[in-house]
Nanobody, 115 residues
Framework: QVLPVESGGDFVQTGGSLRLSCECF????????MAWYRQAPGKQREMVAS???????DYVDSVRGRFTISKDDEENMLYLQMSNLNPEDTGVYYC?????????WGQGTQVTVSS
């Protein structure tokens, strides 16, 4: 089994933007509902954005209107476009099934937003 590979995290200032990517395997974005999760320092991991296999998206209130989840079924990729970032968005971002599978947690990608 090959784990998802997240990338695109960086250090940005408040108000900045980032685009996260997740390379998936086994065509899971075609057949599964997927999500981006965030683990902030000292906090539990939470889902911030989800997308069904037919493309219906949903967001946690704290990121709604600022983040956009999307996917490319042909390339088996999941994306998270993040804008107007603030320090509360700092954390390690992961992609996984929605709901998550323990066996599908990758290394994540670090996003740090400075005030």
């Amino acid at each position: 089994q090959v784990l998802p590979v997240e990338s695109g995290g960086d250090f940005v200032q408040t108000g900045g933007s980032l685009r996260l990517s997740c390379e998936c395997f086994g065509h899971i974005v075609n057949f599964l509902d997927m999500a981006w999760y965030r683990q902030a320092p000292g906090k539990q991991r939470e889902m911030v954005a989800s997308i069904t296999r037919i493309g219906i998206s949903d967001y946690v209130d704290s990121v709604r209107g600022r983040f956009t989840i999307s996917k490319d079924d042909e390339e088996n990729m999941l994306y998270l476009q993040m804008s107007n970032l603030n320090p509360e968005d700092t954390g390690v971002y992961y992609c996984n099934r929605s709901p998550p599978l323990d066996a599908l947690w990758g290394q994540g990608t670090q996003v740090t937003v400075s005030s």
